[in-house]
């Protein structure tokens, strides 16, 4: 049996997302968790952020310039 391992990131995080106050709000997982409805509505309140993940990654949000967090993701490949 073969299997697939499949990769995304994100390069365009920029470092003024850095500097966002917390907790983190641009997480689509999140906005959905606390009304789902949200997902019709471009303008519904909790989508407040410029940009999004889709869900935390398992180490925590990072940005793709930090190359000892893409060594950690790729060690297991």
């Known amino acids: ?6 990769m995304f990131y994100i390069t365009w995080h920029s470092d003024e997302n850095a500097k966002k106050k917390r907790p ?4 689509v ?5 606390k009304k789902l409805d949200a997902r ?3 303008k519904n309140p909790l989508w407040k952020e410029g ?3 889709w869900g935390e990654p398992e180490i925590g949000y990072f940005q793709s310039k930090d190359e ?4 950690h993701l790729t ?3």
Do not use: F, N, P, W
Not at 1 to 6: P, S
Not at 24 to 27: A, I, M
Not at 29 to 33: A, D, E, G, Q
Not at 68 to 71: K, V, Y
């Open 1 to 6: 049996m073969q299997q697939v391992v499949g």
């Open 24 to 27: 983190y709000s641009g997480d």
């Open 29 to 33: 997982t999140k906005v959905l968790s």
């Open 40 to 42: 019709l509505d471009a």
């Open 51 to 53: 940009s999004y993940h």
């Open 68 to 71: 000892l967090e893409l060594l």
């Open 75 to 77: 060690r297991g490949i």
